[in-house]
């Protein structure tokens, strides 16, 4: 099916960990953008009888909480300790949650009044090579000790596949260093859909 011609501009939202990538995401929702993230697909991709199957068969059903369903801590604490089981689910989920966000922005395109832009949250993008599904791309930065300080542990040692923020900050077309208000969030958020709706 060819690509709808009204198809809201894609901007993409990424960053280190504990920059605040869900907040500014949340602070685009509050300005009228219709989000989507790529934890909340996974979330729901977890529990789809086919994608659970396979991480089970591949990981035992010690990765299963008191519910029956995968436990993501348990997954996480697997695969950050084996790099061929982390390749492992990274293939599996990386495609069907590509697939999820393209048909979602589909969708946008396809209804009455379309929404100018949309946003997603794509905490892989650049070492996944997905900013070329996107027309815009923002980074969320913040001091280490900041993140630290939201993450209640350092970062160092979660960000050692990450492409350094320096990189991310030369590929982006718009940055924010995210350690003031909700307030200053809300307004960037509001910049950047002003500027890209009119161009």
């Not at 086919?50 to 059903?61: A, D, M, N, P, S």
Request: net charge negative.
């Amino acid at each position: 099916m060819p690509e709808s011609r009204t198809r809201p501009v894609a901007v993409a939202i990424t960053g280190g960990i504990g920059a605040g990538k869900s907040e500014l995401l949340r602070a685009f929702a509050r300005q009228g953008a219709p989000t989507i993230s790529s934890d909340e697909i996974v979330h729901v991709l977890l529990r789809q009888p086919g994608v659970k199957e396979l991480i089970v068969e591949r990981f035992g059903e010690r990765v299963l909480d008191d519910d029956g369903e995968i436990s993501r801590g348990r997954v996480a604490e697997r695969v950050f300790r084996n790099q061929d089981d982390l390749r492992w689910l990274e293939e599996l989920l990386h495609p069907r949650v590509i697939a999820t966000y393209l048909r979602w922005r589909e969708q946008l395109g396809e209804l009455d009044d379309p929404p100018a832009l949309c946003v997603t949250e794509v905490p892989l993008l650049y070492e996944v090579g997905g900013e070329t599904r996107f027309d815009a791309v923002v980074v969320v930065t913040a001091a280490p000790e900041v993140r630290a300080a939201r993450l209640g542990h350092p970062v160092s040692d979660r960000e050692t596949r990450l492409l350094p923020i320096e990189q991310k900050i030369a590929k982006a077309d718009f940055v924010y260093e995210n350690e003031g208000s909700l307030d200053e969030l809300d307004a960037f958020a509001s910049d950047v859909i002003a500027t890209l709706s009119r161009s």
